[in-house]
């Protein structure tokens, strides 16, 4: 598929700098201005538009608003601009930008992140695509209504791992790495629906829902340059304040996808557990460094599940821990690290948890997975 990138600058010097990182990996266009680059985004359709704010004629917020407002396929719009405050930034948001890049900006930084909007767009012209081909189907899916909605619910679940496998492609955890996941996330959920104390919260749709939505957990690391992604040892701190940025590309990315997509609660879930799956019960997680019930219930159920997988799999600076040392860590930290409700599932639940693991015999090595 043709990934053009349009860049949008009235300083001829920052066109050439952008040109020189880009040029070898997108096919690009030019243009110095925010009406000249409406004009542009309408006869070529670029995937992408980079996008400087301070311009003549109309500036990058108003610009980014025509482009967003033009019929759909739009591009994804990525603000450039040295205009570093928050409110700044939650004004080209609020235009409709889907990132923004402060200048002067790291190289690899503006290429990951890139690659993360190119790859987001890919997936909503292929989500578009599956929707059409479903539509020109629904007169004979319509014979069937019961057939109609396993199909339906097949293809959300294709959708979701293959939004779940960009991250997968980069990161080399396994698809049972994936499949753990949501299976420990729905004993869990079972488990807390029938025994408290979260029984109002936890219905059949919130079980289905966190299965369906957990593998998308580390979706954000499509963001994560290979340096750090694939490193084969402990992170230092610098790179480990750049791994965690993924909770926040992650949950950028699928709320775009939720508000574009329409697909309601499913996709929220995902965002929150995208988001918070790396929150502490006791406040000392991140990003947003949030406690308690402030948390997801979603994403307190899925840290556990997340970390219960991390732990029992091999890494290159550590074997494999046993399941029931594993499950001794994870009581350590009740009340710190986890829910406590959560923490009592799991151990009411311990014993499905070894038959869900054992299906799968440790063999791969990962690489920075617990991050």
């Not at 998308?216 to 610098?238: A, S």
């Amino acid at each position: 598929m043709d990934r053009t990138i349009l860049i949008v600058d009235d300083d001829p010097m920052n066109l050439l700098i952008l040109e020189e990182i880009l040029e070898a990996k997108y096919p690009l266009l030019k243009a110095e201005d925010g009406t000249e680059a409406v004009a542009m985004v309408e006869e070529h359709r670029p995937w992408l538009v980079l996008m400087d704010i301070m311009m003549p004629q109309i500036n990058g917020y108003d610009a980014c608003r025509a482009i967003k407002a033009l019929p759909e396929p739009t591009p994804q719009v990525v603000l450039v601009s040295a205009k570093a405050s928050t409110g700044e930034r939650v004004q080209g948001y609020a235009a409709g930008a889907d990132d923004y890049i402060i200048k002067p900006f790291d190289d690899e930084e503006l290429l990951a992140k890139i690659a993360v909007q190119l790859r987001l767009r890919e997936a909503l012209y292929e989500l578009a695509e599956a929707r059409r081909e479903l539509a020109c189907d629904n007169d004979r899916l319509n014979q069937t209504v019961d057939a109609q909605c396993v199909e339906l619910d097949h293809t959300r679940d294709l959708i979701v791992f293959a939004l779940a496998n960009l991250a997968d492609s980069r990161d080399p955890e396994t698809g049972e790495h994936l499949e753990r996941i949501r299976v420990y996330c729905r004993i869990l959920a079972e488990h807390l629906s029938e025994h408290g104390p979260y029984t109002a919260q936890i219905d059949a749709e919130f079980i289905q829902q966190i299965y369906l939505a957990s593998p998308l957990h580390d979706i954000g690391k499509v963001g994560i340059p290979d340096t750090i992604l694939l490193k084969p040892g402990r992170l230092t701190d610098r790179e480990f304040d750049l791994m965690k940025q993924h909770a926040l590309i992650g949950a950028g990315a699928l709320e775009t996808v939720a508000e574009r997509g329409g697909e309601g609660s499913f996709l929220q879930m995902a965002y929150d557990i995208a988001r918070s799956h790396h929150e502490r019960w006791d406040g000392a997680g991140y990003p947003d460094g949030i406690s308690g019930e402030a948390i997801p219930l979603s994403a307190r159920i899925a840290a556990l599940a997340d970390v219960f997988d991390a732990l029992t799999s091999a890494r290159v600076y550590k074997d494999a821990f046993s399941n029931d040392i594993a499950l001794s860590m994870i009581e350590q930290d009740r009340g710190t690290h986890f829910d406590p409700a959560v923490v009592d599932a799991f151990v009411a639940c311990f014993d499905a948890f070894c038959s869900t693991r054992s299906r799968d015999p440790e063999s791969s090595i990962e690489h920075n997975t617990a991050a």
